[in-house]
């Protein structure tokens, strides 16, 4: 257990702040004046033109002040003047007006800095939605250990390229994924060395992430990185030290293997993952109620077999920098879009002491 670390939460909702500020091109006035604004579904989101900005936007209400003092964007207690009845997400709201701007919320690695570490569930569920945004998969262990048999020295050139570019990204999405990498290999094999392998990467995307553009766009940008910076190496010392400790669940997901080698989406992909999978007959029951493919007739594959799957394996592993630029947004945050975006609001009563 440990304490709620508010301060360190602080940091992300500047991080959104200064997304917001790069990507309007504006100053902290701008934004106010007009990307807090109601979304208009006639017109399309046009900065300084539509929807009409504040004018002068001194009366612009402080709604990026907030932010950047650290309070979270991503709540609905925010209230319009022009409809004072009615309360709306600030978070959800720019997302309409800067599509890819929640993603810099981090909302994935929240529970790290709440007062007890999240379970090794959430990291699976990180990495699993994190990748298949991305158009990737993780390889498990047991098909991992069939490829390593076969091409050992090209998947290690593959695990570790795969990894470079996720570390050169330095996105969010990027970010959020090395750290669930990192989580599970340190659970399963507290302090080894590809545990550690994966904490310099998480380091070295930290250090690019903080260098990136939207940090030097003016001074309030220049101060909310340290805010920023602190929040993401705050996670990074819970994961350290309190990540191995977290309790296994009854109903685990397949084991990642001991080196993430990342593969691209191709046809029969999975069916190709289950044949290298079954070729190390772990675990057996996993394989032999599988219908036939086009790659694994029998429950045991033949060395041909596994060949061949390995192969295509590998070539998806061998992607370029640019493939992962490029991804989904986020599906919790459209499921979220997709519902009603302004709320009535609740007045709290205080009881009278008499």
């Not at 670390?5 to 940091?11: F, M």
């Not at 048999?149 to 090395?178: K, W």
Request: glycine letters at 4%.
């Amino acid at each position: 257990m440990r304490a709620p670390d508010s301060a360190a939460l602080r940091g992300f909702p500047r991080a959104w702040f200064c997304r917001a500020l790069w990507e309007y091109g504006g100053d902290l006035a701008d934004l106010n004046a007009q990307l807090a604004l109601k979304p208009d579904p006639e017109h399309a989101f046009t900065a300084g033109t539509w929807p009409l900005p504040y004018y002068p936007r001194a009366i612009a209400p402080p709604f990026f002040d907030r932010a950047l003092a650290g309070r979270n964007p991503d709540n609905w207690e925010w209230v319009d003047r022009a409809e004072s009845q009615r309360c709306f997400n600030l978070f959800l709201r720019v997302a309409i007006h800067l599509p890819g701007s929640e993603d810099w919320l981090f909302r994935s690695l929240h529970p790290y800095l709440r007062s007890t570490p999240p379970s090794i569930e959430h990291a699976h569920k990180l990495l699993n939605s994190s990748l298949q945004r991305l158009g990737l998969r993780v390889l498990p262990e047991s098909a991992l250990e069939t490829v390593l048999r076969l091409e050992p020295d090209r998947s290690r050139e593959l695990v570790q390229r795969g990894v470079d570019h996720l570390i050169h990204a330095a996105h969010p999405i990027h970010v959020m994924t090395l750290f669930a990498l990192w989580h599970l290999a340190h659970w399963e094999r507290p302090y080894s060395t590809h545990a550690e392998e994966l904490l310099i990467a998480c380091c070295a995307a930290l250090r690019r992430f903080m260098s990136r553009p939207e940090f030097q766009v003016n001074d309030c940008a220049r101060a909310a990185a340290e805010h920023v910076e602190n929040s993401l190496w705050e996670i990074r010392r819970v994961i350290l030290h309190h990540g191995f400790r977290v309790p296994r669940l009854e109903n685990m997901p397949d084991r990642i293997g001991f080196l993430p080698l990342l593969v691209r989406n191709f046809d029969d992909r999975d069916a190709a993952i289950a044949c290298a999978g079954a070729g190390t007959a772990i675990p057996l029951t996993d394989f032999m109620c599988h219908k036939p493919t086009p790659y694994r007739h029998y429950v045991f594959p033949t060395e041909q077999e596994l060949a061949v799957v390995t192969d295509l394996l590998l070539k998806a592993a061998d992607f370029a920098e640019s493939d992962i630029l490029v991804y989904d947004r986020d599906p919790a945050v459209l499921q979220e879009l997709s519902e009603p975006l302004e709320r009535p609001v609740v007045r709290k009563r205080v009881a009278a002491h008499l």
